[in-house]
């Protein structure tokens, strides 16, 4: 088992009037943890997910398994997603045998004996009935389906999951079963894991490290319960804050990953300096300094730290002046 490293990577979308979905990302999944990205809609968390399995175009950096650029892996890397939606995520015409079988690597097993052994042992990680191999994903309930999308995933027998906002898209009422199943086999296989929400709670119930993106960039990363219980940057603090329930609740209400009475800032205009400087409660606390946040953008190597904050208030960082406790815009 091997970190998944995002070595700066970048990726840009169109030509020159496009933009950068995420620009200079450094981040570790340490093998056998999970890490919880959260981040607003279009901060870039799908788009640097799907840079580790070839689905989206890596235009600077490289995503390292053990070392090795996840390009020149073999075709079927260690590396599965899953994603947000179960009804598009299936063959609707094959049944979830087939699509289990489609997706177990060339060479593995042969016969068809090992291969309908193989198709049994996934369905029952995921806690369904064997017996439903021969059923079509129209038979399934939604919950149902993401399990047998999950058991796909597993079927290549990966180092590394992904998932991408798994339960979003599901019933309240069977996202916290699904929850509980990844958790488990993530465990139970040692599984390494990027989990991508924009919920909180969800966050805060999977996760070993917490990584924040905004507008393309990881802005704080660190062990889970010091970034949800001790948040150094401004827009973790803005999240939190407008995700009361973050801390009671697994339903997908009420603690999705948007801070209140802002407009999310242009990715096709990303602001100069502090990217959160536009949205920011902190800088006009600390005026005389705000020029710093205008002008210096303080990512740096912030992504390289135990804790740490790309804020150049925040305790984290190397300035000496900290953010007052529980500060907000005047
Ligand atoms: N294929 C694409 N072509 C052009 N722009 C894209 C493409 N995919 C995403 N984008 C843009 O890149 C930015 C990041 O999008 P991305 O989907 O990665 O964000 P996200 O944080 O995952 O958001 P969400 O939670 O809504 O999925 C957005 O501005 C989005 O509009």
Redesign the pocket.
């Known amino acids: 088992m091997s970190d998944l490293v995002f070595d700066t990577v970048s990726?840009r979308?169109?030509g020159r009037r496009?933009?950068t979905?995420?620009d200079s990302v450094g981040l570790t999944v340490p093998s056998g943890q999970v890490v919880g990205l959260v981040?607003?809609?279009?901060?870039?968390?799908?788009?640097?997910?799907?840079a580790a399995v070839g689905l989206?175009p890596i235009s600077a950096g490289r995503v390292l398994l053990g070392g090795v650029d996840v390009r020149k892996l073999p075709r079927r890397p260690p590396l599965q997603m899953v994603f947000?939606d179960p009804y598009s995520s299936l063959d609707p015409r094959m049944s979830i045998g087939e699509s289990i079988t489609e997706a177990i690597p060339r060479g593995a097993l042969s016969g068809r004996a090992a291969r309908r052994d193989e198709v049994a042992r996934l369905l029952e990680l995921v806690n369904l009935d064997p017996d439903r191999a021969g059923h079509l994903p129209g038979q399934l309930s939604g919950g149902q389906r993401q399990r047998v999308a999950l058991a796909r995933a597993l079927a290549g027998r990966p180092e590394v999951l992904i998932a991408?906002?798994i339960t979003s898209a599901l019933d309240v009422s069977v996202q916290g079963a699904v929850l509980n199943l990844v958790r488990s086999v993530q465990r139970r296989l040692g599984l390494s894991m990027l989990f991508?929400s924009?919920n909180l709670a969800v966050i805060r119930y999977l996760s070993d490290i917490v990584a924040v993106?905004y507008l393309?960039r990881i802005v704080e990363v660190g062990p889970a319960e010091q970034v949800l219980t001790d948040p150094q940057h401004p827009y973790t603090r803005d999240l939190l804050a407008a995700a009361p329930s973050a801390h009671t609740s697994l339903l997908d209400t009420g603690a999705d990953?948007a801070t209140a009475d802002t407009e999310p800032a242009d990715?096709?205009h990303p602001p100069a300096g502090c990217r959160y400087h536009t949205r920011c409660p902190v800088g006009p606390l600390v005026r005389a300094d705000r020029g710093l946040c205008l002008q210096a953008d303080p990512t740096g190597d912030a992504a390289h730290r135990r804790h740490s904050a790309a804020c150049h208030f925040s305790e984290n960082e190397s300035h000496e002046l900290a953010i007052p406790r529980g500060a907000s815009a005047p």
């Open positions: 990726v979308y169109g496009g933009l979905a995420v981040g607003e809609s279009g901060s870039g968390k799908s788009t640097l997910a799907r989206s947000q991408d906002e991508i924009h993106m393309g990953a990715p096709h």
